[in-house]
């Protein structure tokens, strides 16, 4: 794969990355909790696609979403953080290109792939023409609102760190906090999908992107019952945001806390649970997490359409109550899978994951740089 290369590398922190490739040290649990956040993101999308086209769908699957939706953006961010700080110093200038550019690429790419995809999707709808679906994916597109803002957001994060450089900067930190404060308890109202988390998640990227070393070193040391105590609080500050999420001024206040109890709750409880029978998915799913994060809003709604000619009415359908009570699952595994066997099949495809490789050689990074680099991060 010496053509995605660039691609190899950005998904270090945010997409493909096999085990045997990661090198020596790369804690394989970032995988794991790459692979639960990525699964938890098509979990939530596959409700809003079923409601979107008319099914019902059971209400505790929305109750979890809302909760997940505590954890798996936030820390997503604060991986994809882990290795920047690295990265430049390992490429120096062809951080740019490796980094912040191919992330740019690759949201141009998709959203291209997206205008051809989407209107093929909504000339099968009954509600919905080509022409329609053309308009309002360039709308959504323009306004920063498509399924593709992780993908710029990533790329304004990665040039701003760029900028920025590897050692802690206290006024970005506590500007980024106040960002954070500004956004996630709802004192604005929703300027568009991807501005709101762009201005949510900046705060974890930087610690991510600053911290890393710390918190790898916290997660492997951490004991049974400091980490136990860490699911305590985050439980604790979701039963004190749920019943005031509609309160007026406490609503917000509330919503502060569970992102930044879950976070580490979660990190704590996936590095654990890593390796053990059962959660092979995880780590698999996890080291392409940045295809399925791309693929799997084609994917849904193709499934769905394609569903939508069979089933004319979903309200009257003898599918309703099936798909009421299991729909939402169901969907997330074909999903899923369906995005595995793409990303497979187009892996060593030119330009679908990543930029070329840049023709010169990486910077080798000595054992004593990372201790310096990690000693100046503390």
Same mark, same amino acid.
């Given at each position: 794969?010496? *053509?995605?290369? %660039?691609?190899?590398?950005?998904?270090?922190?945010?997409?493909?990355?096999?085990?045997?490739?990661?090198?020596?040290?790369?804690? &394989?649990?970032?995988?794991?909790?790459?692979?639960?956040?990525? /699964?938890?993101?098509?979990?939530?999308?596959?409700?809003?696609?079923?409601? &979107?086209?008319?099914?019902?769908?059971?209400?505790?699957?929305?109750?979890?979403?809302?909760?997940?939706? *505590?954890?798996?953006?936030?820390?997503?961010?604060?991986?994809?953080?882990?290795?920047?700080?690295?990265?430049?110093?390992?490429?120096?200038?062809?951080?740019?290109?490796l980094r912040p550019l191919n992330m740019?690429?690759?949201?141009?790419?998709?959203?291209?792939?997206?205008?051809?995809?989407?209107?093929?999707?909504?000339?099968? %709808?009954?509600?919905?023409?080509?022409?329609?679906?053309?308009?309002?994916? #360039?709308?959504?597109?323009?306004?920063?609102? %498509?399924?593709?803002?992780?993908?710029?957001?990533?790329?304004?994060?990665?040039?701003?760190?760029?900028?920025?450089?590897?050692?802690?900067?206290?006024?970005?930190?506590?500007?980024?906090?106040?960002?954070?404060?500004?956004?996630?308890?709802?004192?604005?109202?929703?300027?568009?999908?991807?501005?709101? &988390?762009?201005?949510?998640?900046?705060?974890?990227?930087?610690?991510?992107?600053?911290?890393? &070393?710390?918190?790898?070193?916290?997660?492997?040391?951490?004991?049974p019952w400091q980490g136990v105590m860490?699911?305590? /609080?985050?439980?604790?500050?979701?039963?004190?945001?749920?019943?005031?999420?509609?309160?007026?001024?406490?609503?917000?206040?509330?919503?502060?806390?569970?992102?930044?109890?879950?976070?580490?709750?979660?990190?704590?409880?996936? %590095?654990?649970?890593?390796?053990?029978?059962?959660?092979?998915?995880?780590?698999?799913?996890?080291?392409?997490?940045?295809?399925?994060?791309?693929?799997?809003?084609?994917?849904? *709604?193709?499934?769905?359409?394609?569903?939508?000619?069979?089933?004319?009415?979903?309200?009257?359908?003898?599918?309703?109550?099936?798909?009421?009570?299991?729909?939402?699952?169901?969907?997330?595994?074909?999903?899923?899978?369906?995005?595995?066997?793409?990303?497979?099949?187009?892996?060593?495809?030119?330009?679908?994951?990543?930029?070329?490789?840049?023709?010169?050689?990486?910077?080798?990074?000595?054992?004593?740089? #990372?201790?310096? *680099?990690?000693?100046?991060?503390?």
């Open positions: 794969m010496a *053509q995605n290369h %660039s691609a190899h590398e950005t998904t270090v922190s945010a997409g493909r990355m096999s085990s045997s490739s990661s090198g020596a040290g790369r804690e &394989q649990w970032m995988d794991t909790v790459k692979g639960a956040a990525i /699964v938890l993101v098509v979990f939530g999308h596959s409700i809003g696609v079923l409601t &979107q086209w008319g099914w019902d769908v059971f209400g505790g699957w929305s109750q979890i979403n809302v909760l997940m939706g *505590q954890w798996r953006m936030p820390v997503f961010m604060l991986v994809a953080g882990f290795f920047v700080t690295r990265s430049m110093t390992k490429y120096g200038k062809r951080f740019w290109r740019v690429w690759l949201y141009v790419f998709w959203t291209a792939v997206y205008f051809v995809a989407y209107p093929v999707i909504g000339a099968i %709808s009954r509600g919905r023409t080509a022409g329609e679906m053309f308009a309002l994916i #360039v709308e959504k597109t323009l306004l920063f609102d %498509s399924y593709l803002w992780f993908l710029l957001a990533l790329a304004i994060y990665y040039a701003v760190q760029g900028l920025l450089g590897t050692k802690p900067v206290p006024w970005a930190v506590a500007l980024a906090f106040l960002v954070f404060l500004y956004f996630v308890p709802g004192m604005v109202d929703e300027v568009s999908w991807g501005t709101n &988390q762009l201005g949510t998640n900046w705060l974890f990227f930087l610690v991510g992107a600053w911290w890393s &070393q710390n918190i790898r070193s916290w997660v492997a040391q951490i004991k860490w699911c305590v /609080v985050c439980l604790a500050a979701i039963l004190l945001w749920m019943p005031t999420r509609d309160v007026p001024v406490l609503q917000h206040f509330g919503g502060i806390l569970p992102p930044l109890t879950a976070v580490p709750a979660g990190l704590w409880v996936l %590095s654990r649970l890593d390796g053990k029978p059962g959660m092979g998915w995880a780590r698999y799913v996890g080291t392409r997490s940045l295809s399925v994060y791309v693929l799997h809003p084609i994917v849904l *709604q193709l499934l769905i359409a394609a569903l939508s000619v069979v089933v004319l009415d979903p309200t009257t359908s003898a599918l309703a109550t099936p798909v009421t009570w299991i729909g939402v699952p169901v969907l997330m595994v074909i999903a899923l899978l369906i995005c595995l066997v793409i990303q497979r099949l187009t892996d060593r495809v030119p330009y679908v994951w990543g930029l070329p490789a840049p023709r010169t050689a990486p910077k080798r990074i000595t054992g004593e740089e #990372v201790t310096a *680099q990690t000693n100046a991060n503390r």
